[in-house]
């Protein structure tokens, strides 16, 4: 096929708050007119296409690939942390595409890990990434997502689809595990997302009320961690406290299991928002802290990754041509 044929292409990044688009003309072409919707003001995924579209004047695009927080199990996709359920054969009829693919958000965000620069990059300890090496992919936001990248031969990397957000949460101390037993009286299973996400951050501030016998605060994520910075609030200052050093025994659980001497990266929309405070937190410390494999671990690069644009977008773009 004439690579010019799959063109104009759409691109989207949609997670449980916002869907992001973006809009590439032609190929190796910059992605333009990037625009954010909050999904809770549209009633499906196709009238938030349709308004991108009717809003920067775009004609029907030839090609459009997706990164969306859920599962790809099929042709019939129901969010699990919103409410938009969908046909993905309907929905590229009805747009008029020659090609839609939808893949996991964080699969997306995988792909788009080489081609980030290293200002869009804040190191948390470790060494050198080695060249070649298997990459690691943790982001808590809505929800919790997770990923990789393998480097094959020829220069090819294969990103990793998978929901390891909804692994099994573990601590690491008494006060951890009264946490994570409340969790579990709560929700019946203590996955990692319940503790590494938005409702995660007001899930640890309500348990940690609860362990201290006082009254929660109605919060949300956003106040919980201003309130942090203010030390206004003992439980919402541990809650913070708590959310780096669970993340930091993902993280590190993560980078054992995949080998991830690429280096371990982390997105979401929460960690880049909060700046420099991870480097003050346990996170690095509870990364490593692994037993024998300490010194394995020390080797490893932590990188938040901090870009303007969503880099989902990116990768979103990258699939259409490896996927």
């Known amino acids: 096929m004439n690579q010019e044929s799959t063109f104009p292409r759409l691109l989207g990044d949609i997670g449980g708050t916002n869907a992001r688009f973006a809009w590439q003309a032609s190929p190796g072409a910059a992605l333009t007119d990037i625009a954010t919707y909050p999904a809770a003001d549209y009633a499906t995924v196709l009238d938030a296409i349709r308004e991108y579209l009717r809003a920067h004047a775009k004609p029907t695009p030839r090609w459009c690939a997706i990164g969306i927080a859920n599962p790809i199990t099929g042709d019939r996709v129901q969010m699990t942390n919103h409410h938009w359920s969908f046909s993905i054969s309907e929905v590229q009829r009805a747009v008029g595409l020659d090609r839609f693919l939808l893949i996991n958000d964080f699969t997306a965000l995988a792909l788009s890990l080489p081609a980030l620069e290293a200002g869009q990059l804040r190191q ?3 060494g050198q990434v080695v060249d070649g090496g298997p990459v690691a992919l943790v982001g808590p936001g809505t929800g919790l997502g997770v990923s990789g990248l393998l480097h094959t031969g020829g220069g090819v990397s294969v990103p990793l689809n998978g929901e390891g957000g909804h692994v099994t949460l573990g601590g690491t101390n008494d006060r951890e595990d009264a946490v994570i037993a409340s ?5 019946g299973h203590a996955s990692a997302e319940r503790a590494l996400s938005g409702p ?8 940690l009320c609860e ?3 006082v009254p929660a605060k ?9 309130a942090s910075v203010a030390g206004s609030d003992v439980q919402a200052a541990e809650t913070e406290a708590l959310f780096f050093s669970f993340l930091g025994t993902v993280a590190g659980n993560l980078a054992l299991s995949l080998g991830a001497r690429g280096g371990v990266y982390i997105g979401g929309g929460i960690v880049p928002r909060l700046g420099d405070r991870i480097l003050a937190s346990a996170f690095r410390n509870r990364f490593e802290q692994k037993g024998r494999f300490q010194p394995y671990l020390a080797s490893i690069p ?11 977008l990116i990768g979103a773009a990258r699939a259409l041509d490896v996927l």
């Open 211 to 213: 362990l201290d016998g």
């Open 183 to 187: 969790l579990r009286r709560r929700f």
């Open 124 to 126: 948390v300890g470790g």
């Open 218 to 226: 109605p919060m949300t994520a956003a106040a919980l961690t201003a």
């Open 200 to 207: 995660g951050l007001v899930n640890l501030y309500e348990a």
């Open 302 to 312: 932590v990188f938040v990754v901090s870009a303007e644009v969503s880099p989902a």
